[in-house]
């Protein structure tokens, strides 16, 4: 599987963005996916992951009630919806997935991953 994120951007803390992740060479209907993020300096952190139907979330505590992650299958895509942006939402975002239902939290538990998006948050 390949993945392309796009969707990155300078935006205004407050401000909204949505990120895509499209995939290919397989359909995403197997798997579980994933964003996560790495802010300069910082290690790459957890930040939502959806189950392979879409049918389950799971969020960081930091983006919880800001941020949205989807998929369409039919369309072999996956989307991060992030408003009310902060400056300390600043990073790369990586799109990442693993075969099966259940998504993970940890990055060495993805198979595959995308190239990543800057998101830039001024203040």
């Known amino acids: 599987v390949q993945l392309q994120a796009s969707g990155g951007g300078l935006v205004q803390a407050g401000g909204s963005l949505r990120l895509s992740c499209a995939a290919s060479?397989?359909?995403?209907?197997?798997?579980?996916m994933s964003w996560f993020r790495q802010a300069p300096g910082k290690e790459r952190e957890f930040v939502a992951t959806?189950?392979?139907?879409?049918?389950?979330?799971s969020y960081a505590d930091s983006v919880k009630g800001r941020f949205t992650i989807s998929r369409d299958n039919a369309k072999n895509t996956e989307y991060l919806q992030m408003s009310s942006l902060k400056s300390e939402d600043t990073a790369v975002y990586y799109c990442?997935?693993?075969?099966?239902?259940?998504?993970?939290?940890?990055?060495?538990?993805?198979?595959?991953w995308g190239q990543g998006t800057l998101v830039t948050v001024s203040s």
């Open positions: 990442a997935g693993r075969r099966g239902y259940s998504g993970r939290h940890y990055a060495y538990e993805y198979d595959y």
């Open positions: 060479g397989r359909t995403l209907g197997s798997y579980a």
């Open positions: 959806i189950s392979a139907s879409g049918s389950s979330t």
